[in-house]
């Protein structure tokens, strides 16, 4: 054999294991990204089924309401869906980012009849991104009812109350004056769980309904800013 044939086969074997270990540290480069679930799923029966690429998350499943922390995925696209009992399922693909939390709440939507499909609850997926974080507390609110519009309403540290009148489908915020403690929060005049204030941030109150129409409401904190995505 040639020493240029040699040479040739040389730098294509060394170009082979440069790639294969540059692919290697890529995947297990420690980076991680994370997925935040809130359970507002009302309508059906039995636990919510929660699955990322087809695999339960949870053998168990998540009851109504519940909140869960960070669950870590590497970077990368996912196909998430959501099951439970007498409702259809909803779906949805995530880019997972990098040391970002992507929090999914899940929801109950009623679809009028149409000439092909009878009426029926499926699924939807409100998707919350992360931005910038603030110093200031600010409570961030969303209206998962199914009325049209929500009045609530927050305390503040003086005892006087701000408003707030939030389309349904959409968040509306409010300064929080109170470095600690809890901070009342009123939907229709219905006290609802109050937001425990002990640090600086963003203080995320989900308002829906079980399957009886009952106002309810769950609340988690997240340290940087959230809009919809």
């Not at 974080?133 to 929500?150: D, F, G, M, Q």
């Not at 408003?163 to 229709?188: D, N, T, W």
């Not at 995320?204 to 399957?211: G, L």
């Amino acid at each position: 054999m040639s020493f240029n044939k040699r040479l040739i086969q040389f730098l294509s074997c060394a170009a082979l294991m440069l790639t294969a270990n540059a692919q290697s540290q890529n995947s297990n480069d420690g980076s991680r990204g994370f997925i935040r679930l809130m359970n507002a799923v009302g309508v059906g029966s039995g636990e919510l089924e929660f699955r990322i690429n087809g695999e339960k998350v949870r053998d168990k499943g998540y009851r109504l309401g519940d909140v869960t922390g960070g669950i870590a995925r590497k970077p990368a696209s996912y196909q998430i869906s959501f099951h439970r009992t007498g409702i259809e399922s909803g779906e949805t693909k995530l880019n997972v980012l990098k040391d970002e939390t992507t929090t999914l709440i899940p929801f109950a939507e009623f679809v009028p009849a149409t000439e092909s499909k009878p009426e029926h609850w499926t699924i939807r997926i409100l998707r919350l991104k992360q931005s910038d974080s603030r110093e200031k507390s600010t409570a961030t609110v969303i209206n998962l009812t199914r009325k049209p519009e929500l009045s609530v309403r927050i305390q503040q540290k003086d005892g006087t109350w701000t408003p707030m009148h939030i389309a349904r489908l959409a968040l509306e915020r409010a300064p929080i004056l109170q470095r600690s403690g809890y901070v009342s929060i009123q939907a229709e005049s219905q006290d609802l769980q109050p937001l425990s204030v002990g640090s600086s941030g963003n203080y995320v109150a989900v308002i829906y309904e079980d399957a009886d129409g009952k106002i309810c409401s769950e609340n988690f904190q997240d340290h940087k800013y959230l809009s919809f995505e």
